[in-house]
């Protein structure tokens, strides 16, 4: 058994030096732009995989509450509106408002001026604690005083 590693060990140094030999005969008969050449094409791939790499965008995970459609018809809670203190004009504005309509058009629907629509708007916001229409809207749904 020892006779054996021994002769495996003697046979690879064997091959070592013979590779080496043929190395040594084959660098000096390419002549070295070619090795330049190839040290660039290896830069030049390794540049671009990193490059790929590093600015890829990464993956953005976005949570977000889905409102799901209630069952039946929707149902008033009147108990909400008296709590908030919001009047019948004001929960018709924020019905439109919902719709989509500016203020001109909400006060051609219900016979008011633009000015007042404004003014219902304004008291809703306080009562909803919104800052905006959209605002406005998603907290109306929220406590069910819109479909």
């Known amino acids: 058994m020892k006779r054996v590693l021994v002769y495996g060990a003697i046979g690879g140094v064997l091959l070592v030096l013979l ?6 005969y084959f660098v000096r008969t390419v002549p070295t732009t070619v090795y330049g050449g190839v040290i660039a094409v290896l830069f030049t791939g390794v540049g671009i995989y990193l490059g790929l790499k590093w ?3 990464r993956e953005v995970v976005v949570v977000r509450e889905v409102a799901v ?3 039946g018809p929707f ?3 009147a108990s909400r509106v008296a709590g908030l203190g919001i ?9 439109l408002i919902a719709q989509g309509l500016g203020n001109r058009e909400i006060g051609e629907r219900i016979f008011v001026s633009e000015n007042t ?11 909803l604690d ?3 229409r959209v605002q406005a ?8 005083l819109i479909p």
């Open 75 to 77: 149902v008033l809670d």
């Open 87 to 95: 009047t019948p004009r004001e929960l018709e504005v924020l019905g």
């Open 130 to 132: 919104a800052k905006n």
């Open 137 to 144: 809207v998603r907290r109306g749904k929220e406590l069910g």
């Open 55 to 57: 600015t890829r965008p």
């Open 69 to 71: 459609a209630r069952e």
């Open 117 to 127: 629509v404004k003014t219902h708007a304004s008291r809703l916001f306080d009562k």
């Open 19 to 24: 590779q080496l030999l043929e190395y040594r």
